[in-house]
Every structure is written in structure tokens, then in C-alpha cells.
Nanobody, 125 residues
Framework: QVQLVESGGGSVQAGGSLRLSCAVS????????LGWFRQAPGKEREGVAT????????YYTDSVKGRFTISQDNAKNTLYLQMDSLKPEDSATYYC??????????????????WGQGTQVTVSS
């Protein structure tokens, strides 16, 4: 059974950093995408970053390019999101997700079918 568990959220000042982790189990497909998504209260869920497991290629939404880095550690079965230069508008619940297949360039939450429970990130000015 596929299971994803996020951790690493917290409250930081603008300009600070956080590293989110997602422990993944029961997901062994080589052709697959892993991703980070976020949702603020009263707003729609949006894609943040994705990674293609087979090649390691990464993709980011424009608002986080140059500030966030998605990566994976296959040996530890863990997905990461390093967040630097955080802004108040980054505040949201962050979710990790997985799906089979490729085309990870499309950061679309409706394409993902395995989800974690989320971790809260709050950035104050």
C-alpha cells in the first residue's frame, strides 16, 4: 500500500528557510512523478515542484524558481523540498504526492492519486 508522510513544516520569518521531507513507501514504479503541492486557506491547491523518478528531471512553478529545490534520496525513500528566501505568500499547507507515468513537466494536482496528509508552513513578515 502506498503511503506518504510529510514532515518539516513550521513557522519562520520572511527570508528564512525550511526543508520539508516526505517519506514514501509502497511505491516502486520507475516511470513515475513525485511532487509538492500547496494550499492556503480559501484558495485552490497549486503545484509547486515535481521530479521524474527515472531521470531526476525537475520542474518548478514560476513563483518558486530560484528559491525552492526539489530532490529525492532513493536509498532513504525520501522526497525533499528545500525552501529558501521564504515569503509570506508561501504560507500554506504543503502536500507531497505521487503518480505513475511520466510528463512530470505538467504540475497538475488533478493528475496525482497518492497523497500525504500535509504539513503546515507559515511565513511571517
Amino acid at each position: 500500500q502506498v503511503q506518504l508522510v510529510e514532515s518539516g513544516g513550521g513557522s519562520v520569518q520572511a527570508g528564512g528557510s525550511l526543508r520539508l521531507s516526505c517519506a514514501v513507501s509502497g511505491f516502486t514504479y520507475s516511470s513515475a512523478c513525485l511532487g509538492w503541492f500547496r494550499q492556503a486557506p480559501g484558495k485552490e491547491r497549486e503545484g509547486v515542484a515535481t521530479i521524474y523518478i527515472e531521470s531526476g528531471s525537475t520542474y518548478y512553478t514560476d513563483s518558486v524558481k530560484g528559491r525552492f529545490t526539489i530532490s529525492q534520496d532513493n536509498a532513504k525513500n525520501t522526497l525533499y523540498l528545500q525552501m529558501d528566501s521564504l515569503k509570506p505568500e508561501d504560507s500554506a499547507t504543503y502536500y507531497c504526492a505521487a503518480r505513475r507515468g511520466g510528463y512530470c513537466y505538467y504540475i497538475d494536482h488533478t493528475m496525482y492519486n497518492y497523497w500525504g496528509q500535509g504539513t503546515q508552513v507559515t511565513v511571517s513578515s
